[in-house]
């Protein structure tokens, strides 16, 4: 486990998780959102974020969160050692982007970007929640598991497995 991918659908956990990954195993985390966003909140042009992420996967190890760009998100794949796949309820991931909103109301939520509106990610979180059934489904699954023959994959699908998975995999 020394170059893991950490993705699913927004509010769905995987800030949290890569945090504590990142400290359970001294790997570095890199959230996606810090290379894909300027201090303001506006995003890189693709040129700088292509070369970040390059960049990124060519080092020996790291922890990336998040989504981007498919193209960049299937090399990541590729690239990968480790896959974690963070599949929660529809529900629960409007939920928790919804709990994100109101906790963002009086602190900076963890892995945000500096600088960026949570009111509006907020709600672009919103728009990719209902567009997400047309990615993240059942195809996709058989996508990852054909990919997983040489890294190793974990499905997570309650909030109870994503608050166990680091302390279940470390011991």
């Known amino acids: 486990m020394k170059r893991i991918a950490v993705f699913g659908k927004p509010g769905s956990g995987k800030s949290t998780l890569s945090k504590r990954l990142a400290s359970a195993t001294g790997i570095p985390l890199h959230p996606l959102d810090s290379i894909a966003f300027k201090k303001n909140g506006d995003r890189v042009d693709r040129k700088t974020y ?6 990124l996967l060519s080092s020996d190890s790291w922890i990336i969160d998040g989504l981007g760009p498919i193209d960049s998100f299937n090399e990541r794949l590729k690239v990968a050692d480790t896959l974690i ?6 529900v629960v991931s409007y939920w928790l982007v919804t709990k994100r909103l109101l906790k963002g109301l009086f602190v900076k939520p963890e892995g945000w970007p500096e600088g960026s509106s949570i009111l509006k990610g907020t709600v672009e979180s919103y728009r990719t929640l209902k567009l997400c059934p047309r990615f993240w489904n059942d195809d996709f699954v058989q996508h990852l598991e054909k990919l997983s023959n040489d890294k190793s994959l974990y499905v997570i699908r309650s909030v109870s497995e994503l608050n166990r998975f680091v302390s279940k995999r470390m011991k």
């Open 85 to 90: 796949y963070i599949d929660l309820p529809y």
């Open 50 to 55: 292509d070369e970040a992420h390059k960049t």
